[in-house]
Nanobody, 121 residues
Framework: QAQLVESGGGLVEPGGSLTLSCDASGFKLKYYAIGWFRQAPGKEREGVAA???????SYGESMKGRFTISRDNAKNTVRLQMSSLKPEDTAVYYC???????????????WGRGTLVTVSS
């Protein structure tokens, strides 16, 4: 059964850092485009970062310079390192996998259940 599981969420103070992980079973993540998305209460889901099958990366505008997406192929994991966190980064963070191409804006084929990140003092 193909599955994505996010972990690493929690409570962090403004200015702090957190690393999220997206673990996969049933997939070799290195062959696919993986994206991190987030959804805050009352808001639409937005793209955070993505890594393509060729390992090129892209970021949402407000995440550039603060977030880093990376693969750990040995562990079949994609991580999202977040730093200089702000209260407006509070959201449920999801990872998704796209099959067939790297155009994550067209939608993901598989999703995890999400992990909650709360940035608050």
């Amino acid at each position: 059964q193909a599955q994505l599981v996010e972990s690493g969420g929690g409570l962090v103070e403004p200015g702090g850092s957190l690393t999220l992980s997206c673990d996969a079973s049933g997939f070799k993540l290195k062959y696919y485009a993986i994206g991190w998305f987030r959804q805050a209460p009352g808001k639409e889901r937005e793209g955070v970062a993505a890594v393509a099958s060729d390992d090129s990366t892209s970021y949402g505008e407000s995440m550039k310079g603060r977030f880093t997406i990376s693969r750990d192929n040995a562990k079949n994991t994609v991580r999202l390192q977040m730093s200089s966190l702000k209260p407006e980064d509070t959201a449920v963070y999801y990872c998704g996998l796209r099959v067939g191409d790297n155009i994550v804006s067209r939608g993901m084929n598989y999703w995890g259940r999400g992990t909650l990140v709360t940035v608050s003092s």
